[in-house]
């Protein structure tokens, strides 16, 4: 396998890209690289790190075998509510050089291609973000009137559904409303997207609860396989929820997370605007959310 490794001393093993040579040439996304297999796909979850939508130069070490493993937990548990894309073949069959598993790790899944919904479908439990930001503006969410008097990081009365677009790498996702969604996809099929989502969310977030982790909003994605909704992509990783320690959680300010907020954090705090090219992370940034990730997985899994 020809591997761009990260060259800077503190990363001498970070996955940047990967280019599995009996495969054809990926498609590249964000985080993952996605290979071609006829009836299925070959998942790789690369140690790249997103935010805001650009893709930063500094890779996360491990995390694309984190956010896989944590995968991997989250559609197990999930199954009894939705089906999801995850393949019973084995990687083997795939890959078939010892050498080229191995440089893998457990970053790789083999799953079902599906044909995803054009939307993220995104629920939140808790007023934080961007829609805090609304909040304070005008009393709404994604255009959904909240009580008033709410504060930052507030548990909402009851879990919330905003879809959003699905942009293209180096793009932005825009929020839309329910009956929006509804004209890009249907009634039927955007009720069930909408009703899956937050029961998705209502049973996950018990769970986390139980073992000290606060959900305060996640995104799922979903795709059509011969005809049914079908869980596909991550589910309930750092890099698409919101997880805050619950001995910590204290409504009326920001919180301390278990996510990549940590790195938006110290990227705001940077005279940078949001656009391509993104900024260097710093050793103790990358250090801090190696850490932040493997805490997340080692707690709820």
Known sequence: MDIRWYGAPMNPDAIHTTNIKELHEPQRGKVRDIYNLGDTLLIVATDRISCFDVVLPTPIPGKGEILTEMSRFWFRRTQAIIPNHLSSQPLEEIVRDTQERRALGNRAMVVKKCDPLP?????????????????????????????????ESDQLPEPIFTPSTKAEQGTHDENISFEQMVNRVGKELATNVRDVSLKIYTDSAIYALSRGIIIAD?????????????????????????FWPANEYQPGRAQPSYDKQFVRD??????????????????????????????????LS
């Open 119 to 151: 939307v993220e479908a995104i629920v939140r439990g808790y007023l934080s973000g961007s829609g805090w930001k609304e909040y304070q503006r005008s009393g709404t969410v994604c255009g959904i009137q909240l009580p008033k008097g709410l504060r």
């Open 266 to 299: 110290y990227l705001e705090s940077l005279n940078w605007n949001k656009q391509p090219p993104a900024p260097e992370l710093p050793e103790d940034i990358v250090s801090k959310t190696q850490q932040k990730y493997h805490e997340a997985l080692t707690i």
């Open 218 to 242: 996640t995104k799922f994605e979903f795709g059509l396989l011969n005809g049914q909704l079908t869980l596909i992509d991550e589910v309930l990783t750092p890099d698409s929820s919101r």
